[in-house]
């Protein structure tokens, strides 16, 4: 038979394309298990998580729908039944009203600092892997996510470091760093926080 590289490219796409959907299948299993015992859904604790790691300024409802990949109908849904629990506020945002910031209550925060286990339970059953299948999962997977958030597929949030718009360091005391796409100067604690708009190298055009 003779060789083809492209198909076989192509066979090796298709299995590793259906080990995703298998795991993705396993990861919604676990969160599932693993949200039982908090009396909230797996969606309703990302959404918790989302506000906590968040910069205020960028916690939006139309973030969170990204960050889900969800609708922004659905989105509006499920922060009305946090906001309905007591664990999540709504405000517009000042200067932009027709945008709607979260911001976790403090019963919100009590709630978030229990879910320190969640996702354990996947942790676990990654760290059973070997040394060397760990390093290349760690490359391959980062080769995926970047090849999905390339086709819009997948919005990462991260904190500053790393990001295009970054300039550390160029302005004075409580807020040393810079943003160059909201032309604002920034704490240090804002850095750290995770943004929406956070643009790698790797993106840029
Ligand atoms: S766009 Fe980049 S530099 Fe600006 S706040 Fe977001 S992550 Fe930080």
């Known amino acids: 038979m003779r060789y083809d590289p492209q198909q076989r490219k192509e066979n090796r796409a298709a299995r590793v394309s ?10 919604k299993k676990i969160g599932q298990m693993e949200s039982d015992d908090t009396g909230l859904s797996p969606v309703q604790i ?17 973030s969170l729908a990204d960050h889900l990949g969800t609708t922004h109908v659905t989105a509006v849904k499920i922060v009305n039944g946090l906001v ?3 664990l999540i506020a709504k405000y517009a945002k000042p200067g932009d009203r027709r945008i709607t910031l979260l911001q976790l209550t403090s019963q919100g925060e009590e709630a978030v600092a229990k879910l320190d286990r ?34 819009g597929h997948l919005v990462v949030a991260e904190p500053c470091l790393g990001c295009i718009h970054f300039r550390p ?15 604002k100067y920034l704490t240090h604690e804002a850095t750290l926080k995770q943004c929406p708009e956070h643009k790698p190298s790797f993106l840029a055009p």
């Open 18 to 27: 259906m080990a995703l959907v298998r795991m993705a299948q396993a990861v």
């Open 46 to 62: 990302q959404s918790l998580l989302f506000t906590a790691h968040t910069r205020g300024d960028v916690a939006s409802v139309g």
């Open 84 to 86: 309905i629990k007591g």
């Open 118 to 151: 969640w996702g354990e339970a996947l942790e676990e059953a990654v760290q059973s892997l070997p040394e060397e299948a760990l390093a290349s999962l760690e490359t391959g997977l980062g080769a995926v996510l970047s090849a999905l958030q390339r086709r």
């Open 169 to 183: 360091n160029t302005g004075q005391d409580e807020t040393p760093h810079y943003c160059n796409l909201i032309r």
